[in-house]
C-alpha cells in the first residue's frame, strides 16, 4: 500500500530539480562569437581544448563542465574539448599540482603540438590555495609549466572561463602582431 501511494505521488507531482542558472542569452551569444573569431584569426580553426586535472576538489570540472551543458552549448562558437593532448590548442588545468600528478601533467604538456597555451583555472591552480605547503603538492600549475594566462574564481563561472580564453587568445594575437 505505502508503494503505491508512493509512486502516485511520483507521478502527479512536480520533479525535484533546481531551476536553470540566470544566462543572459545576448551576452553568452556576444562572448562566444568573439572566441570563435579570435580563435579562427589566430589559429584558422576553432579552438581545442585538453582539460587536465591536476589534483583538484572537482568544483572547477564542474564548471568547465557546464560549458558543455545545453544552458551553455559552447560548442557552437567553435570552442571544443578534445580526448587527446595532440589534438589540442590549449591546455586547461584545474587544482594544485599532486606530486602524483606531476609527471603526467609535464608529458601532456610535451604531447601538445605548438603553438600551445596553458591556462591555469581557480584558485588552487594559481599558487596551491588551500593545499600549498602541503607534502602532496607541488604547487600551483606555474611551478610546473609555463602558465600563459590565469582564470581566478573558486570556481570560476563558466562566462569567467569564456572571458578568460578571449583574453588569452587576443593577448598572443597582440604580442605577435599579426592575425595568424
Not at 76 to 89: E, I, K, N, T, Y
Not at 133 to 148: F, I, M, Q
Not at 149 to 165: F, Q, S
Request: glycine fraction near 10%; charged fraction near 20%.
Amino acid at each position: 500500500m505505502a508503494l503505491t501511494r508512493l509512486l502516485t505521488k511520483g507521478l502527479f507531482s512536480r520533479p525535484l530539480t533546481e531551476p536553470a542558472p540566470p544566462i543572459e542569452e545576448a551576452a553568452l551569444k556576444r562572448l562566444g562569437e568573439r572566441l570563435d573569431v579570435a580563435a579562427r584569426l589566430r589559429l584558422g580553426r576553432s579552438l581545442a581544448i585538453r582539460q587536465v586535472d591536476a589534483g583538484s576538489c572537482n568544483g572547477c570540472e564542474l564548471e568547465i563542465h557546464a560549458l558543455s551543458n545545453a544552458f551553455y552549448d559552447l560548442e557552437r562558437f567553435g570552442l571544443r574539448f578534445v580526448a587527446s593532448p595532440r589534438h589540442a590548442d590549449v591546455l586547461l588545468v584545474t587544482g594544485p599540482v599532486t606530486l602524483n600528478m606531476r609527471e603526467a601533467l609535464l608529458r601532456t604538456f610535451d604531447a601538445t603540438p605548438e603553438p600551445k597555451w596553458v591556462v591555469s583555472v581557480g584558485g588552487c591552480a594559481l599558487d596551491g590555495g588551500l593545499f600549498a605547503g602541503s607534502y602532496a603538492c607541488a604547487g600551483g600549475v606555474g611551478a610546473v609549466l609555463p602558465v600563459d594566462a590565469h582564470i581566478p574564481g573558486c570556481p570560476p563561472a563558466p562566462e569567467a572561463l569564456l572571458g578568460g580564453l578571449i583574453a588569452l587568445i587576443e593577448a598572443n594575437t597582440r604580442r605577435s602582431g599579426s592575425n595568424r
